[in-house]
């Protein structure tokens, strides 16, 4: 009896080893589970992260441009064609913004004062960079303002200093004479700065990358269409009709 015992008592222990070797398995194998659910969790952060990732890198490929120069040399209208060529000739696949610096300043009154006797706001710096920086941040801005020189040389791939009137300044006094609001001395300050070519030398001073400044004479039809093809074609990568 004592043996049969010792027999009963040696198989209880084999039995609870064995009982240990299965929740040993056991363990093992939640551990092992829980490393695969891991594994395949990281793997599905890892895509997240990557299409993420992709995502930006594709919004991040959309260029923003400054088209700047002297008021009357045709900025807008530019930057207008510019912007509907471009979006109407890629299939929606790339949509660019247009912003006017000067009418966004107007509206949200991001200036210090209003200069009575050019008739011309001093604008506010700061506000206007705050305000563009989410915007050029996320790409595929088309802007448009007369300066260039205190926009952070960060904010564009490329700078268009438009030009008019250089060796005739009857086109660009025309053209400044039909606006409302412009004093004969506003219009000889801007008939001025086009002849001394202030605009392209602030340009290029605030702008030292090769080929980020282009200089463009936009004196007639015939030119604002070769720059508007120029812009979207080479600078933008529009495939144009």
Avoid at 36 to 53: G, N, S, V
Avoid at 57 to 73: Q, S
Avoid at 221 to 236: D, G, N, Q, W
Wanted: glycine content about 4%.
């Amino acid at each position: 009896m004592a043996f049969a015992k010792r027999k009963t008592k040696k198989k209880s222990t084999n039995d609870f080893e064995e009982e240990e070797e299965d929740d040993a398995d056991d363990q093992r194998q939640k551990k092992k589970t829980k490393t695969t659910k891991k594994d395949d969790d990281d793997d599905d952060d890892d895509e997240k992260t990557k299409k993420t990732r992709t995502k930006r890198t594709k919004v991040a490929l959309l260029k923003n441009i400054l088209i700047c120069g002297t008021p009357g040399t045709g900025k807008s209208t530019l930057a207008k064609l510019v912007l509907e060529k471009v979006n109407n000739n890629n299939n929606k696949r790339i949509c660019y913004e247009y912003v006017n610096v000067g009418d966004v300043c107007k509206a949200k009154e991001f200036y210090h004062l209003f200069d009575e006797r050019l008739n011309s706001f001093v604008i506010d710096e700061d506000k206007i960079l705050d305000h563009l920086e989410p915007l050029v941040r996320r790409g595929g801005m088309i802007l448009d303002y007369h300066s260039s020189e205190f926009f952070p040389e960060r904010f564009f791939s490329h700078v268009i200093v438009l030009t008019c009137g250089r060796e005739n300044t009857k086109i660009l006094y025309e053209r400044l004479e039909k606006r409302d609001g412009y004093t004969k001395e506003k219009i000889r300050q801007n008939v001025e700065c086009e002849i001394f070519g202030e605009c392209v030398e602030e340009a290029k001073e605030a702008y030292t990358g090769d080929g980020v400044v282009h200089v463009r004479s936009n004196e007639t039809e015939e030119e604002m269409e070769e720059t508007v093809k120029f812009i979207a074609e080479e600078l933008l990568g529009a495939k144009l009709r």
